[in-house]
């Protein structure tokens, strides 16, 4: 497993953009998949965006495609979500995750094996 620590989140009005990181640690990030996800109060979470291992590959939720961008360093142990056009839908705590799947990209929670803390991301209308 890896240990995941998200920065990055805050107020900003509905309109704005926020960049997300997710600082990872371990010598072998290259081989996991990374996901974002989302949690509303009182809601489930919500798969945001993934990326391959080796960054290839991304997928978006269809409420976020057009408006976020998913990417990674993997020189840096770290990967990023940009979101821009925020919407207060928007609004959650905010998680990146790593599974051990390589160049595999799913949209499933339960396929992934570490997560961070969160961060908070509100946007006001």
């Known amino acids: 497993q890896v240990q995941l620590v998200e920065s990055g989140g805050g107020l900003v009005q509905a309109g704005g953009s926020l960049r997300l990181s997710c600082a990872a640690s371990?010598?072998?990030?290259?081989?996991?998949?990374m996901g974002w996800f989302r949690q509303a109060p009182g809601k489930e979470r919500e798969f945001v965006a993934a990326i391959t291992g080796s960054g290839a590959r991304t997928y978006y939720a269809d409420s976020v495609k057009g408006r976020f961008t998913i990417s990674r360093e993997n020189a840096k142990n770290t990967v990023y979500l940009q979101m821009n056009s925020l919407k207060p839908e928007d609004t959650a705590v905010y998680h990146c995750a790593a599974a051990r799947l390589g160049e595999v990209v799913t949209t499933n929670v339960g396929r992934y094996d570490s997560w961070g803390q969160g961060t908070q991301v509100t946007v006001s209308s």
């Open positions: 371990g010598r072998t990030f290259s081989s996991y998949g």
